[in-house]
């Protein structure tokens, strides 16, 4: 099946760094890749949409300044987590939507754990 | 708006003993449904979906759902539960066209004991 991979898995870093988090669809090509965000214990809450070649679209309430969002390609989408402070620790996954004819699928990355001290 | 109850935040099952994990939405138009597995440490793995086809769906691992618009839900069960089912387990529900958005629910952590 399709594969989406994440790196890095995990990432600690002090507060007030800049983290990049990669999401990359491995054997086909995302036009349109998703970025959510899962504390612990909850469960996952949409930031935004990337649309290859095209702004972001982010969901009600997430900053945009503060999560970069870069689909410079279709198979790479990018998410950094500017000046990240502690409450920005999180399990951040990210998704690719594959199309085969009229068939779309929706498949998930390992994520990656940020760790903000 | 569109929103997904799961019922049960905890669900505990012998081996070999029935899973059903409840799920509930509301939509104002017809949903696509899923149903997503997420062990430890992990992304998510989808388990089945339903999209307007037939209303009872098999999905991976012995799992089905059954979607029913008069009660607006969309159970997960798996008539004899294995070890290797203790996960987290979300459902998902989506509009016009399936995979534009998901609004995810608030996931059930089944335990599975000897």
């Known amino acids: 099946g399709a594969v989406v991979s994440q790196h890095p898995s995990r990432v600690i870093c002090k507060s007030g760094t800049s983290v990049k988090i990669e999401c990359r669809s491995l054997d086909f090509q995302a036009t349109t890749m998703f970025w959510y965000r899962q504390f612990p214990k909850q469960s996952l809450m949409l930031m935004a949409t990337s649309n290859e070649g095209s702004k972001a679209t982010y969901e009600q309430g997430v900053e945009k300044d503060k999560f970069l969002i870069n689909h410079a390609s279709l198979t790479l989408s990018t998410l950094t987590v500017t000046s990240a402070h502690p409450e920005d620790s999180s399990f951040y996954i990210c998704?690719?939507?594959?199309?085969?004819?009229?068939?779309?699928?929706?498949?998930f990355g390992p994520g990656t754990r940020l760790l903000v001290l | 708006a569109q929103s997904v109850t799961q019922l049960g935040s905890h669900v505990s099952v012998s081996e070999g003993a029935l899973v059903l994990l409840r799920c509930n939405y509301s939509?104002?138009?017809?949903?696509?449904l899923f149903w997503y597995v997420q062990y430890p440490n992990q992304g998510l793995q989808l388990l089945l979906k339903y999209t307007s086809a037939a209303t009872l769906v098999k999905g991976i691992n012995g799992f089905e759902a059954e979607f029913k618009k008069s009660e607006t839900s969309f159970h997960l069960t798996k008539p004899s539960a294995h070890m290797s089912d203790a996960a987290e387990y979300f459902c998902?529900?989506?509009?016009?066209?399936?995979?534009?958005?998901?609004?995810f629910g608030a996931g059930t952590r089944l335990a599975v004991h000897p």
């Open positions: 939509s104002s138009v017809p949903p696509y």
């Open positions: 998704s690719a939507r594959a199309r085969q004819g009229r068939r779309e699928t929706q498949y």
């Open positions: 998902a529900v989506s509009f016009s066209g399936g995979y534009n958005k998901l609004i």
